[in-house]
C-alpha cells in the first residue's frame, strides 16, 4: 500500500496535468466558463425556496444555505459516482501505453469534480453569510479536512464504481437507478427533522452521506465546528470505502486491461 501510494505521489504530474485538461476541455468555448457549474444549484435552490420553504414552512434566509450546501455535496456524489462507472474505459488509451497505477484515474476524475465543489462552497458561505451570518474562522477552517474526507470517499466510489462496470457494463445503469433513490432518502432540500418526526431516524442513521452533509452545513448554517461524533462517522464511512478500492484494485488491476 505504501509504495502504490508512493507511486500515485511520483506520478503527481501525469494526473494534475489530466485533471487540468479536463477542466479546460469542459468550459473551451463556452461564454459562461465557469458560471455553468454554479448555475445549476442556484437554480435548483432558487426554486426550493420557492416551492419548499412554503411547504415546510421555512424561513428563506436560513432554507436557502441549507439548500445550497445540501445540492452542492450531492452534484460532487452524484457526478463522481455517474462518470466513476466510466473512468477505466475512458482513460483505456492511457492504460495500454503508460503504466502507472490506475488509480490515478479516478482520482483524476474526483479532482475535476472537487474544483467545482470548492467553486460552490464559496458561493454557499456568501449566502450562509447573508442569511445567518458570518461563521467565524475556525468553523470555515474545519471545511479543510472535511474536504479531505469528501475527497477519499469520491475517489474510493469512483474506483469501485468503474471496476464494477468494467466487469459488469450494467453497474452504470443500475448506479443512474440507484442515484435517484438515494437523492430522495437524503435530506438534501428538506428539513432532516421531518424524518427524525415520522419515526424514520433510521434513514438519516444508515445513510452514508448524511456525516459529510453535517461536516458542510455545522459550520455554514450552525457557526461551529462539527462534532467528534460526526468526524468519527464521516472517517469511518471514508476508511471503510477506501479500503474496499484499496483492496479491490490490489487484486484486480494486474487484469483489468484483458477486460477493457
Known amino acids: 500500500m505504501k509504495n502504490y501510494i508512493q507511486e500515485i505521489w511520483r506520478t503527481r504530474y501525469f494526473w494534475l496535468a489530466l485533471v487540468h485538461m479536463d477542466i479546460r476541455a469542459r468550459y473551451r468555448g463556452s461564454a459562461l466558463g465557469l458560471g455553468w457549474s454554479l448555475l445549476n444549484p442556484i437554480a435548483m435552490t432558487?426554486?426550493?425556496?420557492?416551492?419548499?420553504?412554503?411547504?415546510?414552512?421555512?424561513?428563506?434566509?436560513?432554507?436557502?444555505?441549507?439548500?445550497?450546501?445540501?445540492?452542492?455535496?450531492?452534484?460532487?456524489?452524484?457526478?463522481?459516482?455517474?462518470?466513476?462507472?466510466?473512468t477505466f474505459h475512458q482513460a483505456e488509451a492511457y492504460i495500454r501505453q503508460h503504466p502507472v497505477p490506475m488509480a490515478i484515474y479516478p482520482l483524476r476524475l474526483v479532482l475535476a469534480n472537487a474544483f467545482h465543489l470548492v467553486i460552490a462552497l464559496v458561493l454557499a458561505i456568501i449566502l450562509s453569510t447573508w442569511g445567518t451570518g458570518f461563521a467565524g474562522v475556525?468553523?470555515?477552517?474545519?471545511?479543510?479536512?472535511?474536504?479531505?474526507?469528501?475527497?477519499?470517499?469520491?475517489?474510493?466510489?469512483?474506483?469501485?464504481?468503474?471496476?464494477?462496470?468494467?466487469?459488469?457494463?450494467?453497474?452504470?445503469?443500475?448506479?443512474?437507478?440507484?442515484?435517484?433513490?438515494?437523492?430522495?432518502?437524503?435530506?438534501?432540500?428538506?428539513?432532516?427533522?421531518?424524518?427524525?418526526?415520522?419515526?424514520?431516524?433510521?434513514?438519516?442513521?444508515?445513510?452514508?452521506?448524511?456525516p459529510f452533509l453535517h461536516l458542510v452545513r455545522a459550520p455554514l448554517l450552525d457557526h461551529q465546528m462539527p462534532s467528534l461524533e460526526t468526524y468519527g462517522a464521516a472517517l469511518l464511512v471514508a476508511s471503510a470505502f477506501f479500503l474496499l478500492a484499496a483492496w479491490s484494485l490490489k487484486a484486480r488491476e494486474p487484469k483489468l486491461i484483458y477486460f477493457l
Open 138 to 210: 475556525l468553523p470555515l477552517l474545519s471545511l479543510i479536512p472535511s474536504l479531505c474526507l469528501i475527497v477519499v470517499m469520491g475517489w474510493s466510489i469512483a474506483c469501485l464504481l468503474g471496476l464494477m462496470n468494467v466487469y459488469f457494463r450494467d453497474i452504470k445503469h443500475l448506479t443512474d437507478v440507484g442515484l435517484q433513490v438515494l437523492m430522495y432518502l437524503t435530506p438534501i432540500w428538506y428539513p432532516e427533522k421531518l424524518l427524525r418526526e415520522k419515526g424514520l431516524a433510521w434513514l438519516v442513521n444508515g445513510n452514508p452521506l448524511v
Open 46 to 86: 432558487g426554486i426550493f425556496c420557492v416551492v419548499f420553504a412554503t411547504l415546510f414552512q421555512q424561513n428563506i434566509a436560513t432554507f436557502a444555505p441549507y439548500a445550497l450546501t445540501g445540492l452542492t455535496l450531492w452534484n460532487f456524489v452524484s457526478q463522481t459516482m455517474a462518470m466513476g462507472c466510466n
